[in-house]
């Protein structure tokens, strides 16, 4: 859960933009789009090692 601690004189537009960059840091709006459809255990396996496969393409060149 992200949450930010309100400051003393800080405007409703600094709350509202570290609150974002809590919820970008944490994963939360990813891991949300990741489970708004069903996906099997193989899939996600098969995801997994795309994405895995391209981190290794990328640390290479």
């Known amino acids: 859960m ?3 601690e309100i400051r003393d004189g800080e405007p409703p537009e ?3 933009s570290r609150f974002r960059a809590a919820v ?3 994963g939360i709006l990813k ?3 990741d489970r708004r459809f069903f996906r099997s255990k193989g ?4 995801l997994a090692a ?6 290794r393409r990328r640390s290479i060149t």
């Open 2 to 4: 992200a949450y930010v």
């Open 31 to 33: 891991e949300h789009k």
């Open 14 to 16: 600094g709350i509202v």
């Open 50 to 55: 795309r994405r895995s496969a391209r981190r």
């Open 24 to 26: 970008t840091r944490n």
């Open 43 to 46: 899939e996600k396996a098969r």
